[in-house]
């Protein structure tokens, strides 16, 4: 199996495991553990899940490790169609992590403040959101050049590469509402709603099209 193969179902299995995991941290753990519509029962339902907040937690861990050997695999992978933008794209996925990272070091801080006060439980939450959205900018620039990277390629069909561009420009536009503008939140939910399917499907799409077909010797698909 050619090294290109190889890297090609590194990266598409990340992808697909991560976003198994990252569904059930943030798709089913943190909805569950905090309401930021109810922020005043933010300690009680911390301490009442506090298994679940763990196991959330040990999952953000997991897709942030997922995430620097994506950026390694996506970079390998797509150098040989722009060595430039497949460096700046892995730059900036790795850029991403580490902010990703530092936000979650504030639900971290949780883990120590679950019998204490409901404010600093509240505040570390807000701390995480605000920070993870700010990385969430840079995480579409990225999407936007692997978008580009994969119009370079040739023999990613064209719906993927469009969708990627699409989920980039998604994650950019609804967090520089949520990060500028806080005032319009009802809007970027809105906004995040209406986009979230492009936006899920860029990535996966990808990720299957790596496990799938990525690395093979094949006829190039016309644009």
């Known amino acids: 199996m050619n090294n290109q193969r190889n890297l090609a179902k590194i990266a598409g299995y990340a992808l697909v495991l991560m976003a198994i995991i990252a569904g059930f941290s943030f798709g089913f753990a943190y909805p569950k553990i905090y309401n930021q519509d109810q922020f005043?029962?933010?300690q009680r339902t911390l301490t009442e899940n506090f298994q679940l907040y763990n196991w959330m937690l040990l999952g953000i861990l997991?897709?942030?490790?997922?995430?620097l050997l994506v950026s390694w695999a996506l970079y390998l992978y797509f150098k040989h169609e722009h060595k430039s933008l497949a460096l700046w794209s892995f730059i900036l996925r790795v850029l991403y992590t580490m902010i990703f990272g530092i936000a979650t070091c504030y639900l971290?801080?949780?883990?120590?403040?679950?019998?204490?006060n409901n404010g600093l439980i509240v505040e570390n939450y807000r701390s995480f959101q605000s920070i993870w959205s700010f990385?969430?900018?840079?995480f579409?620039?990225?999407?936007l050049l692997i978008g580009v990277?994969?119009?370079?390629?040739?023999?990613?069909?064209?719906?993927?590469?469009i969708l990627t561009i699409i989920a980039g420009?998604?994650?950019v536009l609804v967090h520089t509402l949520k990060t500028i503008a806080p005032s319009l939140r009802a809007m970027s939910e809105q906004l995040?709603?209406?986009l979230a399917l492009p936006m899920a499907l860029g990535e996966i799409g990808l990720a299957i099209w790596l496990i799938i077909k990525g690395g093979q010797k094949a006829r190039k698909i016309p644009d």
Do not use: C
Request: charged letters at 10%; a positive charge; proline letters at 2%.
């Open 40 to 42: 005043e029962l933010a």
């Open 62 to 67: 997991i897709v942030l490790l997922l995430d």
């Open 108 to 116: 971290a801080n949780n883990l120590l403040q679950s019998n204490t």
């Open 135 to 138: 990385g969430l900018i840079i």
């Open 140 to 143: 579409g620039i990225h999407l």
């Open 149 to 161: 990277l994969m119009k370079l390629h040739k023999l990613i069909p064209k719906i993927l590469w």
């Open 169 to 171: 420009a998604s994650y």
């Open 192 to 194: 995040n709603i209406i």
